[in-house]
T-cell receptor
């Protein structure tokens, strides 16, 4: 079945550092890829959608790219701030079952002030 | 605009007890989802509705879990006889017509501890 793998469980950076998080996916259909962010005590919220046509999405200083050849997608930010501390999930939209999102395991980002 | 509202925020049970979670989606959203999020893991879909109809409940443990959305608005998720393995945060989400999985709006969740 469809799946998404997020290997980095935790990332610790200093303010103004560069952020890069990587995921891989597996699907027999056309992928729709998302990044969701979850702050403590809250539900996840959509950060970015990566469309296969454009292969890139940008929001709030974050940029998401997609590589069909390696079935991977990435989240990056040039300069992180303390307010970016959260858990980031890569998410695969189920093309066949339109209501279903498949979440990765999450990457907890901690920013040292 | 009010977001997705869930209650209670927390629940603590002994094994074998029953519990119900309640969700009020964003007004006008026709699709409602229940996700289970174990500690330090990503959310996993349990069931989702479009209006009052169940679209997919294949991941819902049917022997102990049930979910309804009788009028196509609010929804209730019930665990009949809780087990320690049910300890998790239960998230409700909704999405507007025509958007399916394009953009889900999540509530804060109900954190369940089964002792």
């Amino acid at each position: 079945g469809d799946s998404v793998t997020q290997m980095q469980g935790q990332v610790t950076l200093s303010e103004d550092d560069f952020l890069f998080i990587n995921c891989t996916y597996s699907t027999t259909w056309y992928p729709t890829l998302f990044w969701y962010v979850q702050y403590p005590g809250e539900g996840p919220q959509l950060l970015l959608k990566v469309t296969t046509a454009n292969n890139k999405g940008i929001s709030r200083g974050f940029e998401a790219t997609y590589d069909k050849g390696t079935t991977s997608f990435h989240l990056q930010k040039a300069s992180v701030q303390e307010s970016d501390s959260a858990v980031y999930y890569c998410v695969l939209g189920d093309w066949y079952n339109q209501g279903k999102l498949i979440f990765g395991q999450g990457t907890k980002l901690s920013i040292k002030p | 605009e009010a977001g997705v509202t869930q209650s209670p925020r927390y629940a603590v049970l002994q094994e074998g007890q029953a519990v119900s979670f309640w969700c009020d989606p964003i007004s006008g959203h026709d699709t409602l989802y229940w996700y289970q999020q174990p500690r330090d893991q990503g959310p996993q879909l349990l069931v989702y509705f479009r209006d009052e109809a169940v679209i997919d409940n294949s991941q819902l443990p049917s022997d102990r879990f049930s979910a309804v959305r009788p009028k196509g608005t609010n929804s209730t998720l019930k665990i009949q006889s809780a087990k320690q393995g049910d300890t998790a945060t239960y998230l409700c989400a909704s999405s507007p017509p025509g958007h399916s999985n394009e953009r889900l709006f999540f509530g804060h969740g109900t954190k369940l501890s089964v002792l």
